[in-house]
């Protein structure tokens, strides 16, 4: 049961440099999440997407960008790294958007450090 | 904007003891409240909570939503090592399902 897959586990990236988180699910959920937790922060959304073609941004959507082309995908995407956006990357997805009963399930996370 | 937040934010009991993790909350149309584990990974799913006063159990593990006051608590019976870890509570907000999570409460179980 792959659930919901990130790439890379792990990366360093210098400033200025851009890359792509990527995020794929194989339960054919509808809305996908995009968390960055810096320690003792807690989780905070990025951007999220209830379906493919519609995205919108969260609590901290900036120096981010997403896509969502096909409903299994839901890249995150750094332009311009900078090392405020030294974090742990989560990405979640859920069928029904977690009304009615569903819940969010979690990658297992992209250790982001940027120098 | 809608706020989560959890109490105390780090605590260290022993074998056996019960604790009772807080969570309250400030939100616009309010759907869910969810409980986390989180370990070293990712966070697991614990409970979900959508109607007042119904206990959610498993095992040592209940939570309860009070919509009155707000909050939920998570009370953990019988403590464990294993049970070291990271709380996060998280409220589902709005039409679009959003998460808005607080900032977890450590838990350190001694042997």
């Known amino acids: 049961n792959a659930g919901v897959t990130q790439t890379p586990k792990f990366r360093i990236l210098k400033i200025g440099q851009s890359m792509t988180l990527q995020c794929t699910q194989d339960?054919?959920?509808?809305?996908m999440y995009w968390y960055r937790q810096d320690p003792g922060m807690g989780l905070k959304l990025i951007y999220y997407?209830?379906?493919?073609?519609?995205?919108d941004k969260g609590e901290v959507p900036n120096g981010y960008n997403v896509s969502r082309s096909t409903t299994e995908d839901f890249p995150l995407r750094l332009e311009l790294a900078a090392p405020s956006q030294t974090s742990v990357y989560f990405c979640?997805?859920?069928?029904?958007?977690?009304?009615?009963?569903?819940?969010?399930?979690f990658g297992q996370g992209t250790r982001l450090t940027v120098v | 904007e809608d706020k989560v937040v959890q109490s105390p934010l780090s605590l260290v009991v022993h074998e056996g003891d019960t604790v009772t993790l807080n969570c309250s909350y400030e939100?616009?149309?309010?759907?869910?409240l969810l409980w986390y584990k989180q370990e070293k990974k990712a966070p697991t799913f614990l409970f979900m909570l959508?109607?007042?006063?119904i206990e959610k159990k498993s095992g040592r593990l209940s939570s309860i939503l009070d919509k009155k006051e707000l909050s939920s608590i998570l009370n953990i019976t019988a403590t464990q090592t294993g049970d070291s870890a990271i709380y996060l509570c998280?409220?589902?907000?709005?039409?679009?399902?959003?998460?808005?999570f607080g900032k977890g409460i450590t838990l350190s179980v001694r042997p």
């Open positions: 979640a997805s859920s069928r029904r958007g977690i009304i009615g009963g569903d819940e969010a399930f």
């Open positions: 339960m054919n959920h509808n809305y």
């Open positions: 997407s209830v379906g493919a073609g519609i995205t």
């Open positions: 939100v616009t149309n309010f759907r869910s």
């Open positions: 959508t109607s007042s006063g």
């Open positions: 998280a409220v589902l907000t709005g039409a679009n399902s959003k998460l808005t």
